[in-house]
């Protein structure tokens, strides 16, 4: 069992810059692959971001490559999503999430989810 809590969304000017983070709280965090998912009001839920348990493999969203960067700290239980170059369109409602094992970003594979965090970018 892995629960999850999300910090650090906000209000922030479009061009600016946010990180999320999660912490993760249970055993073998470590071993667990984590993503970041987010969702618009009236828009399906997004793959944004995910890492591997090591931290070695990571894949993002086309619409955020470029500039949201993912990270984990095992020590810490944590997992960020740096995101710089801040788009209207990139507010939404962020999750963080952790699945068991490493492969394509569906987000029904991910068993746990943190309550989400507000991201809104102004323009």
């Known amino acids: 069992q892995v629960q999850l809590v999300e910090s650090g969304g906000g209000l922030v000017q479009a061009g600016g810059s946010l990180r999320l983070s999660c912490a993760a709280s249970?055993?073998?965090?470590?071993?667990?692959?984590m993503g970041w998912f987010r969702q618009a009001p009236g828009k399906e839920r997004e793959f944004v971001a995910a890492?591997?348990?090591?931290?070695?493999?990571?894949l993002y969203g086309d619409s955020v490559k470029g500039r949201f960067t993912i990270s984990r700290v095992n020590a810490k239980n944590t997992v960020y999503l740096q995101m710089n170059s801040l788009k209207p369109e990139d507010t939404a409602v962020y999750y963080c999430?952790?699945?068991?094992?490493?492969?394509?970003?569906?987000?029904?594979?991910?068993?746990?989810w943190g309550q989400g965090t507000q991201v809104t970018v102004s323009s």
């Open positions: 890492i591997s348990w090591s931290g070695g493999g990571t």
């Open positions: 249970g055993r073998s965090f470590s071993t667990y692959a």
């Open positions: 999430a952790a699945r068991a094992s490493w492969g394509p970003p569906v987000s029904d594979d991910y068993a746990y």
